[in-house]
Nanobody
Framework: QVQLVESGGGLVQAGGSLTLSCAAS????????MGWFRQAPGKEREFVST????????YYADSVKDRFTISRDIAKSTVSLIMSSLKPEDTARYYC????????????????WGQGTQVTVSS
């Protein structure tokens, strides 16, 4: 059983930046893709970004492309999301995910989820 624990959420003004981190524990996840989803109040959970087992093969949702950057530290079993030029519409709970795949696509389905961390962007 793998545990995913997110950190780094908070309140930020529009135009600001935040870095989310996720630490995985419980089993070796170095051969699996990881990523981030988010869910805003009253909306469905949506894909944000994914990164493959080598730290390459990166995909972003169009809504965050050129503003967010995903990376992973394979040795430390962590994945990060640097969020820049934040907008009020980025306000959501952000979830770290692990896929049962070495490389994932935006339409791939994760099989492990963290509890999430809240990001609130004020206008």
């Amino acid at each position: 059983q793998v545990q995913l624990v997110e950190s780094g959420g908070g309140l930020v003004q529009a135009g600001g930046s935040l870095t989310l981190s996720c630490a995985a524990s419980g089993r070796d996840i170095s051969n699996y893709a990881m990523g981030w989803f988010r869910q805003a109040p009253g909306k469905e959970r949506e894909f944000v970004s994914t990164i493959n087992w080598r730290g390459r093969g990166i995909y972003y949702a169009d809504s965050v492309k050129d503003r967010f950057t995903i990376s992973r530290d394979i040795a430390k079993s962590t994945v990060s999301l640097i969020m820049s030029s934040l907008k009020p519409e980025d306000t959501a709970r952000y979830y770290c995910v692990l896929y049962p795949l070495m490389a994932a696509r935006p339409f791939s389905t994760p099989d492990n989820w963290g509890q999430g961390t809240q990001v609130t962007v004020s206008s």
